[in-house]
């Protein structure tokens, strides 16, 4: 299990790096691991952190959003929850999880509205991801009972 939360978090630090790659390719002159306007990228601008503190940083709050990816995953293998209760838990673990990680690794800003628009959103993803999966977890299970009546 150790094994495998490194690597899910490993892969948070890829992601978040090229995530800030793309956004300092349009938004910056020179690369920058986090928005300098949000308020942890304001806090530290105006602390004059050392770069590579702030990469540093920025490293450990992605690898934070990769494990926590993986831990909520474990959600959907418990056999004796229900599919209610593994999709309400996972939903309120991924998305209070992820908005104050991705908060402190300087994508959001500080603003009330914003992060009200944000759950919305978030949560219309994950209804139309939870929808999808559904519906072909359904059909996978259909195609296995027909397999198995013709054994």
């Known amino acids: 299990m150790k094994k495998q939360l490194f690597k899910s978090g ?9 995530v800030s790659m793309i956004m300092s390719l349009i938004w910056a002159p020179s ?3 986090l928005n ?9 601008t105006s602390h004059q952190i050392h770069g590579s503190i702030i990469l540093a940083y920025c490293l450990t709050t992605w690898f ?5 990816f993986e ?3 474990y959600i959907f293998r418990r ?3 229900s599919l209610l209760r593994a999709t309400l838990t996972h939903y309120a673990l991924t998305c209070l999880g992820f908005i104050p990680l991705a908060t402190l690794s300087g994508w959001f800003p500080l603003r009330l509205t914003f992060y009200l628009e944000l759950v919305i959103e978030f949560s219309l993803i994950y209804l139309l991801v939870w929808v999808f999966s559904y519906w072909k977890m359904k059909k996978d299970i259909e195609q296995l009972n027909q397999e198995l009546k013709h054994l």
């Open 10 to 18: 490993t892969k948070g630090i890829l992601i978040g790096l090229a």
């Open 31 to 33: 690369y920058m691991p």
């Open 36 to 44: 300098p306007h949000s308020g942890i990228g304001q806090w530290m």
């Open 64 to 68: 934070a959003i990769g494990i926590l």
């Open 71 to 73: 831990v909520a995953s």
């Open 79 to 81: 056999a004796e929850w």
